[in-house]
């Protein structure tokens, strides 16, 4: 029975957010990814387009989340779609960190506005 212990999850940090890594085939994942983002205060992410849909939920804290265009504040419990092909920019403007849980399925890539690509080891 795979389980993941929290102090062996791995972390990775980029655009100025963790991203802590629970489910990948290197944890006996054999479809899905999932992870805790942690979200400092301020953090404005890059706009990036999806390949694979995600399943983003909001445990602690608010966020603005852009996605295709339109804005929304998200709080503690709200879910978002995010549908492969969409566009997405999280930003936090609030003074807490926020705490999110994502599961997608395994080969997510990112595909930022300079057209560069990010093959997530979070999500692979």
């Known amino acids: ?64 989340v852009t996605l295709d265009g339109r804005t929304e504040r998200i709080t503690a419990g709200d879910t978002l779609i995010v549908n492969a092909g969409s566009t997405l920019r999280v930003e936090n403007p609030t003074g807490h960190t926020a705490l999110t849980w994502v599961t997608t399925s395994l080969g997510l890539e990112a595909v930022l506005a300079d057209g560069s690509r990010i093959a997530p080891p979070w999500a692979n």
């Open 1 to 64: 029975m795979p389980v993941v212990r929290s102090a062996d999850a791995v972390t990775h940090e980029i655009h100025g957010a963790r991203f802590v890594s629970h489910a990948t085939p290197l944890t006996g994942s054999r479809e899905l990814a999932a992870w805790r983002g942690e979200i400092p205060p301020g953090t404005k992410a890059p706009a990036h387009t999806v390949s694979r849909e995600e399943v983003f939920h909001l445990l602690v804290g608010e966020l603005d």
